[in-house]
T-cell receptor, first 108, second 116 residues
Framework: DAKTTQPTSMDCAEGRAANLPCNHS???????VYWYRQIHSQGPQYIIH???NNETNEMASLIITEDRKSSTLILPHATLRDTAVYYC?????????FGPGTRLSVLP | DTAVSQTPKYLVTQMGNDKSIKCEQN?????MYWYKQDSKKFLKIMFS???????INETVPNRFSPKSPDKAHLNLHINSLELGDSAVYFC???????????????FGQGTRLTVV
């Protein structure tokens, strides 16, 4: 079973920042937080991951709370092409367990 | 130069048939996976495999079997297909779990299997 809870859906205006929350209150010390997204009819796409520190790459930023019980994925300037289901996964090892995710709709 | 490729993209077949889906990765990864995404869009892991270990999700029927001719390939064989097997199947790969810790997975574009 997935160890995370996420909102079922969210809307975001095009050009604005999209902030997607994730709760993982039972995360253990060696588990990483991963984010993936799945654009309609495509395979899941890796976005970012982190352990304790905040992370940033060309796609997004990941903010992890100090107690590591929750995190937020930030898409700084959402575009229509960012409309997708976003999955937050906590993971140690190689079997990625996906929950239902958050369906993000970026609106023009 | 697709990183993880699956064939075929679409597969329509009758109940009772045996079919295979092929997967190849050119990333040099050590571990490959098969996932099933059903009509409710839940992604569920079926297998993970490297040259050391096959890990099977216990909920997967034994009609499903992964076959790995080499490190770059992990094919999925399905015997005696049933209507409930209709789904999208995704192959993925990742680097081995190592001292650096996490390693992201790369997914193929999926194979839509329809059993009629």
């Amino acid at each position: 079973d997935a160890k995370t809870t996420q909102p079922t859906s969210m809307d975001c205006a095009e050009g604005r920042a999209a902030n997607l929350p994730c709760n993982h209150s039972t995360i253990s010390g060696n588990e990483y937080v991963y984010w993936y997204r799945q654009i309609h009819s495509q395979g899941p796409q890796y976005i970012i991951h982190g352990l304790k520190n905040n992370e940033t790459n060309e796609m997004a930023s990941l903010i992890i709370t100090e107690d590591r019980k929750s995190s937020t994925l930030i898409l700084p300037h959402a575009t229509l092409r960012d409309t997708a289901v976003y999955y937050c996964i906590v993971q140690y090892g190689q079997n990625f367990v996906f929950g239902p995710g958050t369906r993000l709709s970026v609106l023009p | 130069d697709t990183a993880v490729s699956q064939t075929p993209k679409y597969l329509v077949t009758q109940m009772g048939n045996d079919k295979s889906i092929k997967c190849e990765q050119n990333l040099g990864h050590d571990t490959m996976y098969w996932y099933k995404q059903d009509s409710k869009k839940f992604l569920k892991i079926m297998f993970s495999y490297n040259n050391k270990e096959l890990i099977i999700n216990e909920t997967v029927p034994n009609r499903f079997s992964p076959k790995s001719p080499d490190k770059a390939h992990l094919n999925l064989h399905i015997n005696s297909l049933e209507l409930g097997d209709s789904a999208v199947y995704f192959c993925a790969s990742s680097q081995d779990w190592g001292p650096k810790g996490a390693s992201e997975a790369f997914f193929g574009q999926g194979t839509r299997l329809t059993v009629v």
